[in-house]
């Protein structure tokens, strides 16, 4: 073991929650010999399992502000990321490119003035004479997109990143307890969480990563917390026709603002809604297949083989993700209403170097 790790590895850390959050962050935080503990009630259906895993780093317009940085230094980081985590499940990667499209003039006049000041970002027009265009369009039946193609940016797939994470966790003996933290209590130095069972866990730091949950166990008008849910759906169609062949599209690809994820020749998905709730609503449901001007056949509801949907927190009063301090050793990494999948790696550098302060 390194003078890094001879350094670290007795401070015991809990993190609470294990999404894809949660499970970077141990997995950052395991490099370096902490004593990690991932405890979560219900990991299999916690919202990192209905992410769709759009990066959207180069192609974000706004170039400024903490967002900005986080998505750039996550940029910068899921590359070295994808290489290291593939040594633990070769079948992970980011699929690129990713295009995105609209039918709209004033949106496309916008997204080629952005492009054009930023030539060296490997962003590509896409006029709707292009030849990258005309299976798109085909499949589309007769919509005319025009667009970008961002070299830089596509997708990881969420359930194969979850899986790949659990291998390497386990690799590092990171311990797992399926359990709710119902009180956290500050005892002297360290914390103690009271599980529903009525154990006690201590812990030196306590890593909330538990999205709307943590305002159950912090005190939301001392800290200044304010979260709201956000629901995302996502629908899954099967369509088998012989003139059409989902596997022709590139895939990441958004238009007008829904992603579509091909899964084979005949099964596409579409996601995602934003609604302020915790039930779905039909009417949502809705949005999914009127983006379009004209609506190709296969975007019909009757062609609908899977639908789910995730539960997400959006900060009110301050940008997303929180990233904040809010007792000495305790860390709240929360409110991924979106992007989660994208920012985990700037995010957990973050909390790696915040918990070095409290050491």
């Given at each position: 073991m390194n003078k890094i790790n001879d350094k670290f590895n007795k401070i015991k850390i809990l993190i609470v929650g294990s999404g894809i959050i949660g499970k970077s962050n141990a997995f950052e935080l395991s490099n370096y010999g902490f004593d990690i503990t991932l405890v979560d009630q219900d990991e299999i259906n916690?919202?990192?399992?209905?992410?769709?895993?759009?990066?959207?780093?180069?192609?974000y317009q706004k170039r400024n502000g903490r967002s900005w940085r986080l998505r750039q230094k996550s940029s910068e980081l899921w590359p070295k990321w994808i290489k290291i985590l593939q040594s633990y499940n070769p079948k992970l990667k980011i699929d690129k490119p990713l295009f995105l499209l609209t039918n709209d003039l004033d949106k496309f006049k916008r997204l080629t003035k952005f492009v054009n000041s930023y030539p060296h970002d490997e962003l590509?027009?896409?006029?709707?004479?292009?030849?990258?265009?005309n299976q798109i369009n085909k499949t589309f039946d007769g919509n005319e997109f025009q667009g970008v193609i961002s070299h830089r940016?596509?997708?990881?797939?969420?359930?194969?990143?979850?899986?790949?994470?659990?291998?390497?966790l386990e690799s590092k003996n990171i311990k797992t307890i399926n359990n709710k933290i119902t009180k956290i209590e500050k005892n002297n130095k360290n914390w103690n969480l009271k599980l529903k069972t009525g154990e006690v866990l201590t812990s030196e730091i306590v890593i909330l990563c538990n999205s709307l949950d943590s305002l159950q166990l912090i005190n939301p008008e001392i800290h200044k917390i304010k979260l709201k849910p956000v629901l995302g759906q996502a629908v899954e169609l099967h369509y088998e026709e012989k003139n059409t062949n989902f596997l022709t599209l590139p895939s990441p690809l958004n238009i007008n603002g829904k992603n579509l994820i091909t899964i084979n020749k005949e099964t596409i998905i579409i996601g995602?809604?934003?609604e302020y709730n915790f039930k779905p609503d039909e009417l949502y449901i809705n949005e999914l297949f009127e983006f379009l001007q004209k609506q190709p056949k296969w975007l019909n509801k009757k062609n609908i083989s899977r639908r789910w949907f995730g539960i997400r927190s959006r900060p009110e009063g301050e940008p997303s993700p929180i990233l904040k301090t809010l007792e000495k050793g305790l860390i709240l990494c929360s409110g991924f209403y979106k992007n989660g999948i994208l920012l985990a790696p700037a995010c957990s550098k973050w909390v790696l170097e915040e918990v070095k302060k409290h050491i």
């Open positions: 916690n919202s990192s399992n209905a992410a769709l895993g759009i990066l959207m780093g180069t192609i590509e027009i896409v006029e709707a004479n292009s030849y990258n265009l940016d596509g997708r990881i797939n969420p359930k194969v990143l979850l899986d790949t994470l659990d291998i390497a995602s809604t934003d």
